[in-house]
């Protein structure tokens, strides 16, 4: 059985547990001020620290955010390497901050093969602040849902294939172990900026039962108003998970 919010909270209809936001827009925003791009990269990494603090406020337990995709490497290599920097930088100053209140940082997606700094950055912070009860932060770097996905279905696939699995022992609790945010409570609702109504290859099975939110205000412009906003509408959305 698919694990759902109201498994939780079975008498909390409306409480949003876990939120997931695709921030795009920020070469957008750069580029309606005739700015360069990294430039809205820049203002949409304060964006995050904002939105952090607002989640954080909100009461809501989990916050995961798509800051590098698997595809981004398609992108100018001097558009990657300021990314990287900046997230570097980002986790040196910003969340350094944010694990002192209580935060705590995770980070899903194939981050293992980033430059070498950001690796050992990665594994401290995420060592730094494991016993932090606070808003559990997932950062996705270098993540694609279709290539987990393959992953984790070729691990099952080699398992019965050398005798140790049964066809019938597979099921979609065991399965979704096998993804990213299996630690986290299932994600209520997911936020696009930007006005782009896609997916874009981010979480598919684990937003199986999400609500959508799509704003068409660009990331680095993202309040903390905009966010109460999203958390007001998901209250008003009646959740039925296929039942009636
Ligand atoms: C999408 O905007 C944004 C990204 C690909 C990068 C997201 C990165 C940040 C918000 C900054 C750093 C993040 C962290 C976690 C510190 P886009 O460049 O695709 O915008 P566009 O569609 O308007 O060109």
Same mark, same amino acid.
């Given at each position: 059985?698919?694990?759902t919010s109201?498994?939780?909270?079975s008498?909390?209809?409306?409480?949003? @547990?876990?939120?997931?936001?695709?921030?795009?827009?920020? %070469?957008?925003w750069?580029?309606?001020?005739?700015?360069?791009?990294?430039? %809205?990269?820049?203002e949409g990494?304060k964006?995050?620290?904002?939105i952090? $603090?607002?989640?954080?406020?909100?009461?809501?337990?989990?916050?995961?955010?798509?800051a590098?995709?698997?595809?981004?490497?398609?992108?100018?290599?001097?558009?990657? /390497?300021?990314?990287?920097?900046? +997230?570097?930088?980002t986790?040196?100053?910003e &969340?350094?901050?944010?694990?002192n209140?209580?935060?705590?940082?995770s980070?899903?997606?194939n981050?293992?093969? +980033?430059?070498e700094?950001?690796?050992a950055?990665?594994?401290?912070?995420t060592?730094?602040?494991? #016993?932090?009860?606070?808003?559990?932060?997932?950062?996705?770097?270098n993540?694609?849902?279709? @290539?987990?996905?393959?992953? #984790?279905?070729?691990?099952?696939?080699?398992?019965? @294939?050398?005798?140790? +699995?049964?066809?019938?022992?597979?099921?979609?609790?065991?399965? =979704?172990?096998?993804? =990213?945010l299996?630690?986290?409570?299932?994600?209520?609702?997911? $936020?696009?900026? /930007? %006005?782009?109504?896609?997916?874009?290859?981010?979480l598919?099975w684990?937003?199986?039962? =999400?609500?959508?939110y799509?704003t068409?205000?660009?990331?680095?412009?993202?309040?903390e108003?905009?966010?109460?906003v999203?958390?007001?509408? &998901?209250?008003l959305?009646?959740?039925?998970?296929?039942?009636?």
């Amino acid at each position: 059985m698919l694990k759902t919010s109201d498994d939780n909270k079975s008498n909390d209809q409306h409480k949003c @547990q876990h939120v997931a936001i695709i921030m795009d827009g920020n %070469g957008r925003w750069a580029k309606k001020r005739h700015l360069p791009r990294f430039m %809205g990269h820049k203002e949409g990494a304060k964006a995050v620290k904002r939105i952090v $603090i607002a989640a954080q406020k909100s009461g809501i337990a989990a916050l995961t955010l798509y800051a590098f995709s698997a595809e981004n490497w398609r992108r100018p290599a001097s558009e990657v /390497s300021f990314l990287m920097e900046l +997230l570097y930088k980002t986790i040196e100053r910003e &969340f350094t901050e944010l694990i002192n209140e209580n935060v705590r940082l995770s980070f899903i997606g194939n981050w293992q093969v +980033l430059p070498e700094k950001l690796v050992a950055k990665i594994i401290k912070i995420t060592t730094d602040s494991a #016993a932090n009860s606070g808003l559990h932060l997932l950062i996705a770097l270098n993540y694609g849902a279709q @290539q987990e996905i393959l992953a #984790a279905a070729k691990d099952l696939a080699r398992k019965y @294939q050398q005798g140790d +699995l049964n066809l019938e022992d597979i099921n979609e609790d065991d399965f =979704a172990k096998k993804l =990213a945010l299996a630690d986290a409570p299932p994600v209520d609702l997911l $936020i696009r900026t /930007s %006005g782009e109504i896609r997916l874009s290859n981010f979480l598919l099975w684990q937003i199986a039962y =999400a609500e959508l939110y799509f704003t068409d205000v660009l990331w680095p412009d993202f309040s903390e108003d905009d966010f109460n906003v999203a958390l007001a509408q &998901f209250s008003l959305r009646k959740r039925r998970y296929g039942g009636l």
